[in-house]
């Protein structure tokens, strides 16, 4: 099968996260991630996979067993099933070519792609696009990346003479609602050494860092009392939490941060005068300044307490993931080594980019497994305007291929880099 029929046919199944189901624990989210699981079970399985299995939570993992004696680390790819919840409609996607200038999606609706908006466009003058009809997600995000694993799984089974390891996939769902289904993923019964995500990003982009990532709750408690008589009585847990939100730097939130600056954000304030709950996420990618910035918060917290009264603010803090580049460090660097080669294999130019964000795969290096993140190629996600190059989206999956070439490659001549 061809890696765009693949991916189109992915899109047609309605796999959008729910968060309303996520928040009650249900897994998956939407039972088209089912649908889409036992899919590519089913294609699994007419490939010649081996160790297919679908759990009930919507994880698939698979394995392609190594067609050579050598002692070869184990290499992974992942993938996740849903898509986000910010458009719900099922998606048209359609297949146009690129000339430049801007893309009609719908002219019933007059919905353009435009080039102003999107500048990049340029760099696919000639190539086609796979888009929408400017009424859904495309849904690249990430069945892009489940069609670029497959592809690569169906090539090196029809070219038996390209010499392997042992290859593992992992399928995952609700990615978009916390990471859940990586947090469910059981890395020592998966049995890889390191894996790859494939999440996000233009062609050539590769990501080996990400935020540190934590949530604090400061729950403030308040008197409340009836204004006639609230002097000296009426303690306003709103204000209390106003003025906690203004002792943060106030040039560290998102809106004013960039690259590796880390920041403080403001994610939810909700109460009255008798109690109000802020949430916060903290952001830092080094571990010295994530610490530190969670000191800061409890410091803050304690503080408040002492001007306002044992009890009256309590802070509660948690670590959401951690940065992928800790997983990375000393030997354990060899995945970055190993892909950076095969983006040269492939003729491709390698655009680190520090993430700004999550991805599964900072959940799995967590748990033993390393896990940088390759591109799908793919632009504007969780837009309406998310469109995929073609060259973009073969060229992801030829970077899986060349990753596998190259750990053999590096494993069987001694070539292992630290």
């Not at 790819?77 to 000339?99: C, I, M, V, W």
């Not at 802070?315 to 951690?322: E, G, I, N, T």
């Amino acid at each position: 099968m061809d890696i765009v029929e693949r991916f189109i046919n992915y899109t047609k199944i309605n796999t959008t996260t729910s968060r309303e189901n996520g928040a009650k624990g249900i897994m998956p989210s939407s039972p088209g991630q089912m649908k889409l699981a036992k899919l590519l079970v089913s294609e699994l399985e007419a490939l010649g996979m081996e160790d297919i299995i679908l759990r009930e939570n919507a994880i698939v993992t698979a394995t392609l067993p190594a067609n050579t004696d050598e002692t070869i680390p184990v290499v992974s790819f992942f993938g996740h099933l849903d898509t986000s919840a910010e458009q719900t409609a099922d998606t048209k996607a359609q297949r146009l070519p690129y000339n430049g200038g801007d893309l009609c999606l719908n002219p019933e609706l007059n919905i353009y792609l435009r080039e102003s908006e999107f500048p990049e466009l340029k760099n696919y003058i000639g190539d086609d696009l796979i888009v929408t009809d400017g009424t859904s997600l495309l849904g690249a995000d990430d069945k892009a990346a489940l069609a670029a694993i497959m592809n690569a799984l169906q090539f090196l089974i029809s070219h038996p003479e390209i010499r392997h390891g042992e290859v593992k996939v992992g399928f995952v769902p609700d990615e978009e609602q916390g990471l859940r289904g990586a947090k469910a993923f059981d890395v020592s019964e998966f049995g890889a050494d390191f894996g790859y995500t494939l999440d996000c990003c233009g062609i050539g982009e590769f990501v080996y860092e990400n935020w540190n990532a934590g949530d604090a709750e400061i729950i403030f408690t308040g008197q409340s009392a009836h204004p006639m008589s609230a002097k000296g009585k009426l303690k306003n847990s709103l204000l209390m939490a106003h003025k906690f939100i203004s002792m943060l730097p106030g040039g560290e939130a998102p809106e004013y941060t960039e690259g590796r600056e880390g920041y403080y954000w403001v994610k939810q304030l909700q109460g009255n005068s008798a109690r109000t709950v802020l949430k916060l996420d903290i952001r830092d990618f080094s571990e010295e300044g994530y610490h530190a910035r969670k000191t800061f918060v409890r410091q803050l917290a304690e503080s408040a307490c002492a001007l306002w009264g044992e009890g009256n603010v309590i802070c509660q803090l948690s670590d959401r993931y951690a940065n992928v580049f800790n997983s990375l460090q000393g030997e354990g660097h060899y995945p970055i080594d190993i892909a950076l080669r095969a983006y040269q294999r492939c003729g491709i130019t390698p655009t680190p980019v520090a993430m700004r964000g999550g991805y599964d795969g900072a959940v799995l290096s967590q748990k033993g497994l390393p896990c940088p993140n390759i591109f799908t190629g793919a632009h504007n996600f969780h837009s309406i305007y998310e469109y995929l190059p073609v060259r973009s989206l073969r060229a992801a999956s030829d970077v899986v291929i060349a990753i596998i070439q190259e750990t053999f490659n590096g494993f069987t001549t001694g070539n292992r880099e630290s």
